[in-house]
């Protein structure tokens, strides 16, 4: 569905925290939404961008560790001796309540020689809030190369949780577009997942964002991000590449340091599984599909969420479906007086509009059964949502997505 149709305040909700334990750096949510797709939150509601999740995983990055591997995606490898820690850690390492002079301070000594200005940090807040800022540190770094913008967040995770899990996946590049994503595992167990991207999906501006996420087993979370320009937004591109290469976007993420702050952490609140793993979205949206379409590329999950790209022969088109068992709540939200009401009571609702670019159109049918089971079909005239139309409309027809999302196999092991 429509960003300008709906709003889901799950993403307000989120937007707000992002910013608020950013350390200054803002996030851009159209990546965030799309990260946030393939994770299946029962209030998800599905946007022109998908939607924001995964909130404990993106703090001061641009795309942070990502969610869903793709068919095909790069394997774990065990990373170089040079990259690792010259002692395993274990998980008794004495806590530091670190001040935000001190967060400062030890992003700095962490990196190599250079100059240092727009300093800010966040130390660890004493207090037994579950809303309270993520210790952070941020700057501007020059090597001599040109002026990078670099940050660190520092928080914990539930080890094996689904935060924790997702940390150790590339990105699915029909949302999120990269030119490198490597995931590896340290030798004391933690797993760091290095992402080379950029700060805009649509590659609007050459802005370069490059992340590294890490996981120990013990549950401490450490993310670094760089920029090759002096901010993640509205400043010029400074250099051809951020200043830290893999190795040392490993390196810093890895310090030792990082781990005493997560440790002065709260223990992080119990995880819950996401809902909809038995819905089976990627299947039934493929045996639906209109017959005659090549399927290109589709998503890796089979729970609630699920996309295909299919090609009738005139340019890739992108289908999703979003499947959400209990929403009555939401009804009144999501149906408006121009919607449609069935004779057994399913609701209707038709969107057109345009897509994230340009030239780009998206096409929603969203439905909701009496009983509040919902199913949402969105069709764009291009292969990605970040990429220019490659069709004049979808590949689909209303009244072809329609029939789809009534289908009784949404519902037939309900």
């Known amino acids: 569905m429509p960003a300008d149709q ?111 200005s727009e300093e800010r940090g966040q130390g660890t807040v004493r207090t037994h809030k579950l809303k309270v800022p993520a210790p952070s540190a941020g700057l501007v770094f020059d090597d001599g190369k040109g002026a990078a913008a670099i940050g660190v967040s520092v928080g914990r995770v539930q080890p094996g949780g689904t935060t924790a899990r997702q940390a150790a996946q ?8 990269y030119d490198a994503c490597k995931t590896s595992r340290l030798a004391d167990g933690s797993v760091v997942t290095v992402l080379q991207g950029y700060e805009y999906p649509d590659r609007r501006v050459d802005t370069k964002c490059w992340t590294a996420e890490l996981v120990t087993p013990t ?107 209990d929403m009555l709540d939401s009804a009144a939200d999501l149906f408006g007086s121009d919607s449609e009401t069935l004779p057994d009571g399913t609701r209707v609702a038709v969107k057109q509009g345009p897509g994230d670019r340009g030239d780009q159109v998206m096409w929603t049918v969203d439905t909701m059964r009496a009983d509040g089971k919902r199913v949402v079909i969105s069709a764009f005239n291009a292969g990605t949502q970040n990429e220019p139309a490659t069709r004049e409309a979808p590949a689909l027809t209303i009244a072809q997505m329609r029939k789809m999302a009534l289908d009784a196999l949404w519902w037939s092991g309900s």
């Open 170 to 177: 590339c990105p699915d590049r029909v949302y999120i577009p």
């Open 6 to 116: 709906h709003t889901d305040p799950f993403e307000e909700r989120f937007a707000a925290a992002l910013h608020e334990t950013g350390g200054g750096f803002d996030t851009d949510r159209t990546t965030l939404a799309a990260r946030g797709a393939q994770r299946g939150r029962r209030k998800r509601f599905v946007r022109r961008a998908a939607v924001a999740g995964g909130a404990a995983s993106v703090v001061l990055a641009c795309v942070g560790g990502a969610l869903v591997l793709r068919p095909g995606g790069t394997a774990t490898e065990a990373v170089p001796s040079s990259a690792t820690p010259s002692a395993k850690p274990k998980p008794s390492i004495t806590a530091t309540l670190a001040t935000d002079e001190e967060m400062i301070e030890t992003l700095k000594n962490l990196l190599p020689k250079g100059d240092f």
């Open 219 to 325: 549950g401490q979370h450490i993310t670094v991000s760089e920029w090759n320009a002096a901010a993640e937004k509205d400043k010029p591109v400074t250099r051809t590449d951020p200043p830290l290469d893999p190795a040392q976007l490993t390196r810093l993420a890895a310090a030792k340091e990082w781990r005493t702050v997560a440790n002065a952490l709260p223990d992080p609140l119990p995880e819950p599984e996401l809902p909809g793993s038995d819905l089976h979205a990627r299947t039934h949206l493929l045996a639906l599909l209109p017959k005659g379409l090549k399927v290109t590329d589709k998503s890796s999950d089979d729970g609630d969420f699920a996309y295909a790209v299919v090609d009738d022969g005139k340019g890739k088109s992108m289908v999703q479906v979003n499947v959400q068992p």
